[in-house]
C-alpha cells in the first residue's frame, strides 16, 4: 500500500486556493500591502459581499491572508511577504499569457502607470524598480552575480541615507523578485522594504489611483538624482 506525502496534501491545497478568478483578484490587490475591508475587495473584483466574504474565509483558514476587526469593519491583509512573495512569482509566470490590449481609455492608462512605478507587497516594482535596482548596481552598492546582495558600500549607503534595515528578522536583507512588467529582478527583501517605506514617508513617491501604482514626485526626481545618479527621464 502506498503512503501518500502529506506535502502533496498540502501543496494541492495551496493550489486549489489560489485557482479561483475571485481569489486571485483578491490576493492581487491585496499586493499593495495595505489592508483592505470585505466591502472594498467585493467591489474591486465585480462580486456580491456575501460571495467575497466566503472567498476570504477560506483564504484566512488557508494561511494566505491575515484578518483583523475594527468595529464593524473587517480587515484582510496578506499573511506575510512569503505569501506575497509566491503570489508575485506566479503573476510573473503568467504575465506573457496575460496580457490583453486595453478596451478603454482608463485602462490604458492604469496599466501605463501601474507599468511605470508601483508597489509589489512592500517594495518598488516597475520600471521605477528597476532603475533603483539598476543604480545601486552601477554604483557598486548591490551585487547580483550570486544572488542579490548588499556590498558593505551598501550597507553604509542606507546608513548615510538614513534608512534603517531590520536585519533582525528571518528575512533576507535582499532578495530578488522578477518583475512581471519588466521580464528583469528588482530589488525586494528587508532593504526594499525600508527604501520603499522611506520612499513614501519622505515623500519621494506617492500613490496614486486606487490600484497600486505609485508617481515620483519632484522632490523624489532630485533625491534619486542626488543619490543614486538617476535621470528624471528614466522616472516618468
Do not use: N
Amino acid at each position: 500500500m502506498t503512503t501518500k506525502d502529506p506535502q502533496a496534501a498540502g501543496l494541492a491545497a495551496l493550489a486549489g486556493l489560489i485557482a479561483d478568478e475571485t481569489r486571485a483578484a483578491c490576493l492581487l490587490a491585496l499586493l499593495d500591502g495595505r489592508a483592505w475591508t470585505a466591502g472594498e475587495l467585493a467591489r474591486h473584483a465585480g462580486v456580491a459581499a456575501s460571495t467575497l466574504s466566503e472567498h476570504l474565509g477560506k483564504l484566512v483558514a488557508g494561511g494566505l491572508l491575515a484578518e483583523e476587526r475594527q468595529g464593524r469593519h473587517r480587515y484582510v491583509r496578506l499573511a506575510g511577504a512569503r505569501v506575497a512573495q509566491l503570489v508575485e512569482d506566479l503573476a510573473a509566470q503568467v504575465a506573457p499569457q496575460a496580457a490583453h490590449r486595453p478596451r478603454t481609455l482608463r485602462e490604458a492608462s492604469a496599466g501605463s502607470a501601474m507599468a511605470r512605478g508601483r508597489t509589489c507587497y512592500d517594495h518598488l516594482a516597475g520600471r521605477l524598480g528597476i532603475a533603483v535596482t539598476d543604480a545601486l548596481t552601477t554604483r557598486g552598492l548591490l551585487r547580483q552575480d550570486t544572488g542579490f546582495a548588499l556590498t558593505d558600500a551598501g550597507l553604509t549607503w542606507f546608513g548615510t541615507v538614513g534608512i534603517g534595515l531590520d536585519r533582525t528578522g528571518r528575512r533576507p536583507l535582499a532578495r530578488a523578485c522578477l518583475d512581471w512588467t519588466e521580464r528583469r529582478p528588482h530589488l525586494a527583501g528587508a532593504a526594499g522594504a525600508a527604501l520603499c517605506r522611506h520612499a513614501l514617508d519622505a515623500g519621494w513617491c506617492v500613490r496614486i489611483g486606487s490600484e497600486r501604482a505609485v508617481k515620483v514626485t519632484a522632490s523624489g526626481e532630485r533625491a534619486l538624482s542626488d543619490l543614486l545618479g538617476i535621470e528624471a527621464g528614466a522616472l516618468r
